[in-house]
């Protein structure tokens, strides 16, 4: 794994930190694929249970494509330049999103373009009050990619969604929180502390009644209400099987706090 992406596992939380400060944190080809491969190995290890995706410096989460080594490659007359969609910014949303287990993104400055649709593929957004979000991508005459499409209207409506892509601008973190963009919004420099603390929380949490939540809501989007009750049903009774729920019950009817094994 390239060192513009760094990746520790302490404790059950993974915490995967875009490294690449002095260039805002822009996704080149090297930075993409251990993204790639680093989060696609957080979603299959079972001793992660929580996921944190963060970044070095303070000025920007992600702004996106790297624009320079772009320009490149359309230089070069590629016909593969945009495969990168396909190769690396799909593949990261979906381990995100279909992570059995809660992810947090620790947002502590800009996130543009695909650095926006990766924070809004987390399932918690833990936003420092410097960072700001912006769609981007109608500035350089390109559509809406990294999942954005899809994650943006569904986290802020339809309207509002089009308004940011069709008009992009900086979205500041106490919008971003009126929005519902934002989870929380906290001073800069109490990001990590704290988006860390509420990643640990997960992290020691029911992971397998984490993972219903994220199917459930994910499948209540594009489905009727039956087919989300029968869904329901279905992981409610996986829920029920948990060892998890075991532990909760019986901490429960003793009036003792869990301790969950993520099983």
Not at 109 to 126: E, K, N, S, T
Not at 147 to 170: E, K
Not at 224 to 236: A, G, P
Request: charge should be negative; proline fraction near 4%; charged fraction near 20%.
């Amino acid at each position: 794994m390239a060192d513009t992406v760094l990746y520790e596992v302490s404790d059950g939380l993974a915490t995967i930190t875009l490294n690449r400060p002095e260039a805002m944190n822009a996704l080149n080809i090297a930075t993409k694929v251990a993204l790639r491969e680093a989060v696609e190995s957080a979603a299959a290890d079972d001793a992660v249970r929580a996921v944190l995706l963060t970044a070095a410096g303070e000025r920007a989460f992600c702004v996106g494509q790297d624009l320079k080594e772009h320009i490149g490659l359309l230089a070069e007359g590629s016909g593969k330049v945009m495969s990168t969609v396909k190769e690396h910014y799909n593949p990261v949303v979906r381990a995100l999103t279909e992570a059995p287990k809660p992810v947090v993104a620790a947002v502590n400055g800009v996130a543009a373009g695909a650095g926006f649709g990766f924070a809004l593929a987390a399932d918690y957004r833990v936003v420092a009050d410097t960072a700001s979000f912006n769609t981007s991508f109608a500035g350089v005459a390109l559509t809406a990619d990294s999942g954005v499409s899809w994650t943006l209207p569904r986290v802020i409506g339809p309207g509002r969604a089009a308004d940011l892509l069709l008009f992009p601008r900086n979205v500041k973190a106490q919008e971003a929180y009126e929005l519902g963009i934002a989870n929380r919004v906290v001073p800069a420099e109490e990001l990590r502390a704290e988006a860390e603390k509420v990643a640990r929380a997960l992290a020691a949490g029911p992971t397998v009644a984490y993972a219903a939540i994220k199917e459930a809501v994910a499948y209540g989007l594009s489905h009727s209400l039956t087919e989300t009750l029968d869904k329901e049903d279905e992981l409610q009774t996986r829920a029920g099987a948990s060892q998890d729920h075991a532990i909760a019950v019986q901490a429960f009817v003793k009036k003792e706090k869990p301790t969950y094994l993520g099983r």
